[in-house]
């Protein structure tokens, strides 16, 4: 069972929710997100660093989630300017 498929077995996922990074969320997981209205917050920089890889943000976009760019923290990040993080995206997700 995914996290996201375990979270909404315990019934705590919904439009209050603020799922954070996401870089391993599969189709399924995306469903779910997008049919309990969850926020999604993408750290793209920080992903980079710990996860190797961006996270799936395109699927969220298609499944109407709101979405936000955050810098999570300094410990995977070289600072938490959030313009750093948008002019990345630029870079790496023509």
Known sequence: MSPVAY???LGVLDELTLL???VHLNESDWSTVAERGC???FCPR???QFAGRPA???NCGRAGDS???GTDSLASN???NVFHEAAYVLDHYP
């Open 7 to 9: 979270l909404d077995h």
């Open 20 to 22: 954070v990074h996401t």
């Open 39 to 41: 926020s999604v917050c």
């Open 46 to 48: 920080s992903n980079a």
């Open 56 to 58: 799936r943000n395109r």
């Open 67 to 69: 979405m936000a760019l």
């Open 78 to 80: 070289r600072d938490l």
